[in-house]
């Protein structure tokens, strides 16, 4: 199983709503990454967890909640967004966090905040 | 802080030409990686190159690595309509933390006019 998997595909939120997007990946990985992607931009990283502990936040706002309930799993808690926080937020794992290699991206979350 | 640039940032090609797209690290980087991210999808790893100099290929794609390990090239040979998409480098640099940190070039977009 080489796939990562991300739940919900779509989001619409208000900007008073709670939300969290998952995802989860059963390669063993024990690197796992938030991104976030706006429309013909790259990639941008925003959270790196090694061993289900958090070791990079790329100075994002705490309107922006991750959580690593355990190796396979990876949260993020959404509340008090902003209509410009609307983008595409990849997930994506990799084998080992001190030698970093492929990244297998899932196939996002597309979120709108109204 | 790292910055990866890439050059150029949209080109348009006839059914068959070479695409050769550049990106150029300010800082030594640790390895490079190429992703693929056709339109609506998400990133899909193509190449990861690691040595000074390296050069490698797949199929019609060739991928260069430099000798100061601070830029790399992709070439495209006849491109073909399943070309289309952005094209991404990433760099891949230590972080004090001892953890790598993968950050993406901005990206060329390609377009094939069959």
């Known amino acids: 199983d080489t796939e990562v998997t991300q739940t919900p595909k779509h989001l619409v939120m208000g900007m008073t709503n709670k939300k969290s997007l998952k995802c989860e990946q059963h390669?063993?990985?024990?690197?796992m990454y938030w991104y976030k992607q706006k429309a013909k931009k790259p990639p941008e990283l925003m959270f790196v967890?090694?061993?289900?502990?958090?070791?990079i936040n790329e100075s994002v706002p705490s309107r922006f909640s991750p959580e690593c309930p355990n190796s396979s799993l990876l949260n993020l808690h959404l509340h008090a967004l902003q209509p410009e926080d609307s983008a595409l937020y990849l997930c994506?794992?990799?084998?080992?966090?001190?030698?970093?290699?492929?990244?297998?991206f899932g196939e996002g979350s597309r979120l709108t905040v109204l | 802080g790292q910055q990866v640039m890439q050059i150029p940032q949209y080109q348009h090609v006839q059914e068959g030409e070479d695409f050769t797209t550049y990106c150029n690290s300010s800082?030594?980087?640790?390895?490079i990686q190429w992703y693929k991210q056709r339109p609506g999808g998400h990133p899909v790893f193509l190449i990861q190159?690691?040595?000074?100099?390296e050069v490698k290929k797949q199929k019609r794609l060739t991928f260069q690595f430099g000798e100061a390990k601070k830029n790399s090239s992709l070439h495209i040979t006849a491109t073909q309509t399943t070309d289309v998409g952005t094209y991404f480098c990433a760099g891949v640099a230590w972080v004090k933390t001892s953890y790598d940190k993968v950050i993406f070039g901005p990206g060329t977009s390609l377009s094939v006019i069959p």
């Open positions: 800082t030594t980087l640790s390895n």
């Open positions: 994506a794992s990799s084998q080992s966090p001190e030698n970093t290699g492929e990244l297998f």
């Open positions: 190159l690691v040595k000074s100099g």
């Open positions: 967890y090694s061993y289900e502990k958090l070791s």
């Open positions: 390669m063993g990985h024990r690197a």
